[in-house]
C-alpha cells in the first residue's frame, strides 16, 4: 500500500530551467513532509522540509509547496544545474506514541537529470 | 562532520546462509532506522530503535532480528536468505524520534546480493 506516490520515474530539464517534482500522499495523518537527493552509491541526503501547518518552504534555490487539501507536495528547483542531477525522494512521517516513532513513508523516486 | 557508517559496504551471500549488517549513527544520535530499498522500489522502513530499546517495527520478515547496543550502534541479522533479500539496506539515525520534524540522516547503506 503505497502512501507516498512519485508518479513521475523521470525529469529532463535544460540548465537555467525550473524543475518540478511532484507527490501525493494518502494518509492524512502525516504531518511532516521531507525530500532527499540521492547519487549513485550513496545514501539519500536532505534537501528540504516542510510542516503541514505551512504551505510553502524555501532554502536557496530549493521551495517545497503544500496543498494539503488535495495531499499533494511539490519541489521547486529554481534555476535547475547539472549538478542537480540525481534521484529525489519525497517521503512523509507522522508521531503516533503508540506505534511509530517518526518512520518516513518514501516515495519511488524521480530522477532529475539537468543537461547543459 | 561525522556521518552514519555502514559496514559492509557490499556483501554477496548464498541463500540460506546469514548475513549481519552493521550501523554506526552520528555521534549523540541516539535512534536508529532500519530501511529496505529493492531494486526500482522505494525505500521501506524495516525496524528502529531508540535507546536501546525497539521503538517501531515496520515490514521486517521473521527471520531477520535487530538490536541497538550500549554505544548506539545497531546491528541487523539476517538469517536463512533468500533471493528476495537481495537490496541496498540503509541505516539512518536522528536525535529527536519523538518530533515528527525528525529529520535522518542516512549512511551509504548497505548492498547485499543473494546467490
Known amino acids: 500500500d503505497q502512501q507516498v506516490k512519485q508518479n513521475s520515474p523521470s525529469l529532463s530539464v535544460q540548465e537555467g530551467r525550473i524543475s518540478i517534482l511532484n507527490c501525493d500522499y494518502t494518509n492524512s495523518m502525516f504531518d511532516y513532509f521531507l525530500w532527499y537527493k540521492k547519487y549513485p552509491a550513496e545514501g539519500p541526503t536532505f534537501l528540504i522540509s516542510i510542516s503541514s501547518i505551512k504551505d510553502k518552504n524555501e532554502d536557496g534555490r530549493f521551495t517545497v509547496f503544500l496543498n494539503k487539501s488535495a495531499k499533494h507536495l511539490s519541489l521547486h528547483i529554481v534555476p535547475s544545474q547539472p549538478g542537480d542531477s540525481a534521484v529525489y525522494f519525497c517521503a512523509a512521517s507522522y508521531v503516533d506514541r503508540g506505534s511509530t516513532l517518526g518512520r518516513l513513508y518514501f516515495g519511488r523516486g524521480t530522477q532529475l537529470t539537468v543537461w547543459p | 562532520a561525522a556521518g552514519v557508517i555502514q559496514s559492509p559496504r557490499h556483501l554477496i551471500k548464498e541463500k540460506r546462509e546469514t548475513a549481519t549488517l552493521k550501523c554506526y549513527p552520528i555521534?549523540?544520535?541516539?535512534?536508529v532506522y532500519w530501511y529496505q530499498q529493492g531494486p526500482g522500489q522505494d525505500p521501506q522502513f524495516l525496524i528502529s530503535f531508540y535507546e536501546k530499546m525497539q521503538s517501531d517495527k515496520g515490514s521486517i520478515p521473521d527471520r531477520f532480528s535487530a538490536q541497538q547496543f550500549s554505544d548506539y550502534h545497531s546491528e541487523l541479522n539476517m538469517s536463512s536468505l533468500e533471493l528476495g533479500d537481495s537490496a541496498l539496506y540503509f541505516c539512518?539515525?536522528?536525535?529527536?524520534?519523538?518530533?515528527?520534524?525528525?529529520?535522518?540522516?542516512f549512511g551509504p547503506g548497505t548492498r547485499l546480493t543473494v546467490l
Open positions: 555521534p549523540r544520535h541516539d535512534t
Open positions: 539512518a539515525s536522528s536525535p529527536r524520534p519523538w518530533d515528527s520534524s525528525n529529520e535522518q540522516f
